[in-house]
């Protein structure tokens, strides 16, 4: 089975991809243990609103849009990463805490990660999507996921701030994990932003080296 780095404008039915079925069944699997072993169904629920919205989103739109399968790996893992997250509250996170007795930090950096991750496991898909349905130049198709990532950190911290203060006020300072760091928001948007930054720039030496088109990338 090939594995593509590059989405395409053919159907090809959910049945007959192998590797989505997979990721789906490992998905549920985790997904179902996290609500089941979670310390806080409040925060759950809250933690995955958003999941539940990427995945109708991503769902419904697959049979006009297929992303390549590096982009589904990439998603499939920040997923993961997120849904482990919302088991627990962020500070309260086990791997999270091992980091953080062996680095000996002061706050449980599990959502830092998470957001790095944002930006390096969500911008090469939003690449992938420039560049196949709207057929942007190619520099666009590099640059434009670096600044929605940075956008959509920004709008994010402005939703998180919103939906606990008014929807779960009682779980809002577990949910924001901001552990008293006063710049909890402005740090989370700069590791999603240095994410994107870092996975377009692999992303174009990769395309350097393997194209063997040192200028024209596609």
């Known amino acids: 089975m090939k594995f593509t780095t590059a989405s395409s404008t053919e159907r090809t039915s959910f049945n007959d991809n192998l590797m989505l079925k997979v990721y789906l069944l490992i998905f549920s699997i985790c997904w179902a243990l996290t609500f089941l072993y979670t310390t806080d169904v409040a925060n759950w629920w809250t ?3 958003l999941t539940i919205v990427f995945l109708i989103g991503i769902t419904t739109t697959y049979k006009k849009f297929k992303f390549s399968d590096l982009s589904y790996t990439l998603m499939f893992l920040f997923i993961l990463l997120h849904i482990y997250g919302s088991q627990y509250t962020y500070a309260e996170n086990p791997f999270g805490k091992w980091l953080q007795q062996i680095f000996h930090t002061e706050r449980n950096h599990y959502d830092r990660i998470v957001h790095f991750g944002f ?5 090469y ?10 057929q942007w130049p190619v520099w666009v198709c590099w640059v434009l996921p670096c600044e ?22 009682a779980q809002g300072h577990a949910y924001l994990g901001s552990q008293g760091d006063v710049w909890d928001a402005q740090k989370d948007m700069g590791l999603a932003f240095f994410g994107s930054v870092s996975i377009m720039i692999i992303g174009y030496l990769c395309k350097k080296t393997f194209d063997k088109r040192p200028i024209v990338l596609s």
């Open 47 to 49: 933690e995955n609103m």
């Open 119 to 123: 930006g390096f496991m969500l911008s």
């Open 125 to 134: 898909p939003m690449r992938d999507y420039f560049k196949t349905w709207f």
């Open 148 to 169: 929605i990532t940075l956008s959509f950190s920004g709008m994010y911290e402005l939703l998180e701030w919103g939906v606990a203060d008014i929807f779960f006020p």
